[in-house]
């Protein structure tokens, strides 16, 4: 984002003569204070990328039409929005460049256009017009993911990196920049499998504590956590006991000290699986295959982390008219 947007310092009330302890002052903590602030209203990396690249598509539009991006007018955003529905952007995307339009105005102390009623009333015909139904990534079975995953070359490298990645990611629900931040630290071995610290989340951006258990399989073949040890045992061959747990390789099956990027995940997933897929598949699957096989709510969000059923609801892909049908409870 460029720096018009950057927050200004904070204010931090100061009372020059009081001391803190026996060496600072109250003044001594602003910078602390202000950088703080700053963190929270910033929020999530990937929703800071996000909104830098709106803003800057915001920007270079106001620039070209001679507009003021900060502050903004309401008839200016007003056909900014026009412009992104005409041009057939879909309308979750159009809603996230007013977020981050309204993010910057946040952060420099300025009215947000996004608040005024009319445009209010321009989203929400926007919205009846185009439909709001979000493309989803699609769910595998279990059937086919085995299939796939059998398929796998385990005595590459990369197949054994890659099997590991697909297992965990599919057992643990885990979000393809959770999967990817993984560090060989964060995992911790038992007689009952492995439990894996996720130290940072979407839902938990502060750092609390939160675990993601990991069971054994009876079929060694599609066992995440024998899986993992697998590939564990790799990495110790060539010297990696800490660090990133998924590791790029150079040409030649040689492994790099690279932590693998979401980017490189996401086409692993895409190899491994098939184009239709994406990294997000392996979490939709998660929770439409624990349904299916008959877990609660609470059940799937123990280990998606999610926070509300609402959510568990939109994630669950029931796409074929014969699964969780109540017409074959029908007793015909």
């Excluded at 015909?125 to 796939?148: D, N, W």
């Excluded at 990817?180 to 951006?205: P, Y």
């Excluded at 054994?216 to 590939?231: E, G």
């Excluded at 049908?325 to 007793?331: H, I, R, V």
Aim: hydrophobic share 35%; with cysteine; proline share 3%.
């Amino acid at each position: 984002m460029k720096s018009e947007v950057q927050p200004e310092q904070q204010n931090v009330p100061a009372v020059a003569a009081q001391q803190v302890g026996a060496t600072r002052s109250i003044n001594d903590y602003a910078e602390s204070a202000a950088r703080y602030v700053t963190t929270g209203q910033r929020g999530a990396a990937n929703t800071q990328r996000a909104y830098a690249g709106d803003w800057q598509r915001f920007t270079l539009w106001c620039q070209e039409h001679g507009r003021h991006s900060l502050p903004a007018d309401v008839p200016t955003l007003a056909a900014f929005v026009t412009a992104l529905a005409d041009a057939g952007k879909k309308v979750a995307t159009i809603q996230r460049h007013c977020a981050s339009i309204s993010k910057a105005h946040q952060l420099a102390r300025l009215p947000t256009p996004t608040d005024d009623r009319q445009f209010k009333e321009l989203m929400e015909g926007i919205s009846r017009e185009k439909g709001v139904r979000q493309k989803q990534a699609p769910a595998f079975t279990l059937a086919y993911f085995k299939r796939a995953l059998h398929s796998i070359d385990a005595a590459r490298p990369d197949g054994l990196r890659d099997r590991a990645l697909l297992l965990l990611g599919l057992a643990g629900a885990f979000r393809r920049d959770e999967l990817a931040s993984i560090d060989i630290g964060h995992l911790h071995f038992d007689e009952d499998g492995l439990v894996v610290d996720l130290l940072h989340s979407k839902t938990n951006q502060k750092g609390e504590a939160e675990e993601k258990a990991i069971f054994f399989s009876p079929d060694r073949r599609s066992c995440p956590v024998r899986a993992v040890k697998d590939w564990l045992h790799l990495l110790e061959q060539h010297g990696r006991t800490e660090g990133p747990l998924f590791l790029s390789f150079h040409k030649g099956q040689r492994l790099s000290r690279r932590r693998l990027s979401t980017f490189s995940l996401n086409e692993i997933v895409q190899l491994r699986l098939g184009a239709q897929y994406t990294a997000h598949s392996l979490r939709a699957s998660f929770v439409t295959i624990a349904k299916l096989n008959g877990a609660d709510d609470s059940e799937v969000m123990n280990q998606t982390k999610h926070k509300t059923t609402d959510m568990i609801r939109r994630y669950t892909r029931l796409d074929n008219i014969r699964q969780h049908n109540a017409a074959q409870k029908l007793g015909l």
